[in-house]
T-cell receptor, first 113, second 115 residues
């Protein structure tokens, strides 16, 4: 039972490069999320998708784009990476009601030089 | 806007001692409340959740949490800590109505266990 799978696990980029982080879930969840985790700041929501075909901005969307490719997959794209985007990125999924817990992937550790 | 405060950044306890991690939230109504744990290099794992009803909820790994409406708190407790409990703990809230399932997280409490 894979749950939420993120690829890659680690990546180093140069400033200005682009990259897409991939996320897939096999739990038939409607909602998917992208967070970034920075020391002392907890997890902050970048974008979320309440259902296939819809996406909405979260708390820190600047510099990112997302695509909900189908019900299973939700990708996060950095068009022109900046050092401020060095972080650990987590994808999560859940059923779409507030009382349903989110299930997290193991994260992508991204460094931008 | 809702917010979550975890006032303790770091806590150190001895193995076998009791543990309490504090969480306070700010929200117009009672939200859904969650505690997650993150081991080094891992994603977040759900420990327990509160929706309604009994204000003392039991979770995995021997953890429990008590919701206190009057104090807007949802503190996590464990009677006897094990070395394997060393991790970072996050409190989170989701809105009761509207907003779907968007979580707001606290900044986390890092737990160190001394042997």
């Amino acid at each position: 039972n894979a749950g939420v799978t993120q690829t890659p696990k680690f990546q180093v980029l140069k400033t200005g490069q682009s990259m897409t982080l991939q996320c897939a879930q096999d739990m038939n969840h409607n909602s998917m999320y992208w967070y970034r985790q920075d020391p002392g700041m907890g997890l902050r929501l970048i974008y979320y998708s309440a259902s296939e075909g819809t996406t909405d901005k979260g708390e820190v969307p600047n510099g990112y784009n997302v695509s909900r490719l189908n019900k299973r997959e939700f990708s996060l794209r950095l068009e022109s990476a900046a050092p401020s985007q060095t972080s650990v990125y987590f994808c999560a999924s859940s059923y779409d009601r507030g009382n349903q817990p989110q299930h997290f992937g193991d994260g992508t550790r991204l460094s931008i030089l | 806007a809702q917010s979550v405060t975890q006032p303790d950044i770091h806590i150190t306890v001895s193995e076998g001692a009791s543990l309490e991690l504090r969480c306070n939230y700010s929200y117009g109504a009672t939200p859904y409340l969650f505690w997650y744990v993150q081991s080094p290099g891992q994603g977040l794992q759900l420990l327990l959740k509160y929706f309604s009803g009994d204000t003392l909820v039991q979770g995995i790994k021997g953890f429990e949490a008590e919701f206190k409406r009057s104090q807007s708190s949802f503190n996590l407790r464990k009677p006897s800590v094990h070395w394997s409990d060393a991790a970072e703990y996050f409190c989170a809230v989701a809105p009761f109505t509207g907003g779907g399932n968007k979580l707001t997280f606290g900044t986390g409490t890092q737990l160190k266990v001394e042997l």
